[in-house]
T-cell receptor
Framework: AQSVTQLGSHVSVSEGALVLLRCNYSSSVPPYLFWYVQYPNQGLQLLLKYTTGATLVKGINGFEAEFKKSETSFHLTKPSAHMSDAAEYFCAVSERDYGQNFVFGPGTRLSVLP | NAGVTQTPKFQVLKTGQSMTLQCAQD?????MSWYRQDPGMGLRLIHY???????DQGEVPNGYNVSRSTTEDFPLRLLSAAPSQTSVYFCASSVSQYSNQPQHFGDGTRLSIL
């Protein structure tokens, strides 16, 4: 069965600084990988996804993530943080050919300091 | 386009009471699911449905029932509420059951059991 770990339950960055949110997964078959963002009192919104093809994936709001098979990682980055990026971020994995079986990580809360 | 709509947004119950959390989607999505979100645990799958008339259990199904009589609606029933069911509940839908398809989430129902 697949699993997801997110290093750091809370990350703080200054406005304009690099954002790096870590995600590592385990999967017995090639995975599909997703990042979702959750703003307060809202549901999760898809930021980006990796299914096939290019391992560097660009998403909304200037975020991107790179799938590294050798490191079983799918870290989320943004070159310059904005105050509006403050939210909780979830990494999720699903296994190919096994139907919808998302497993979500525990989440990382991002704070952006002025 | 409303997407995924959940009602109510907030609810307080007493132990032993029953209630139904409503979920409706207007995107003609085949796949629907219910998650609960607890601090530090990410989202855990309760039940899911791959189409009208078809439901199955997820990771944490005990104490919950679902049905899917139409494509649009997927209600979640708490049979006899317990304090351990205090959580935020999210309904999600996806165009299909294939694991490369992202899920679209409602805004959640915040449920407290006293």
């Amino acid at each position: 069965a697949q699993s997801v770990t997110q290093l750091g339950s809370h990350v703080s960055v200054s406005e304009g600084a690099l954002v790096l949110l870590r995600c590592n997964y385990s999967s017995s078959v090639p995975p599909y990988l997703f990042w979702y963002v959750q703003y307060p009192n809202q549901g999760l919104q898809l930021l980006l996804k990796y299914t096939t093809g290019a391992t560097l994936v660009k998403g909304i709001n200037g975020f991107e993530a790179e799938f590294k098979k050798s490191e079983t990682s799918f870290h989320l980055t943004k070159p310059s943080a904005h105050m509006s990026d403050a939210a909780e971020y979830f990494c999720a994995v699903s296994e190919r050919d096994y139907g919808q079986n998302f497993v979500f990580g525990p989440g990382t809360r991002l704070s952006v300091l002025p | 386009n409303a997407g995924v709509t959940q009602t109510p947004k907030f609810q307080v119950l007493k132990t032993g009471q029953s209630m139904t959390l409503q979920c409706a989607q207007d995107m003609n999505h085949e796949y629907m699911s219910w998650y609960r979100q607890d601090p530090g645990m990410g989202l855990r799958l309760i039940h899911y449905s791959v189409g009208a008339g078809i439901t199955d259990q997820g990771e944490v199904p005990n104490g919950y029932n679902v049905s899917r009589s139409t494509t649009e609606d997927f209600p979640l029933r708490l049979l006899s509420a317990a304090p351990s069911q205090t959580s935020v509940y999210f309904c999600a839908s996806s165009v299909s059951q294939y694991s490369n398809q992202p899920q679209h989430f409602g805004d959640g129902t915040r449920l407290s059991i006293l």
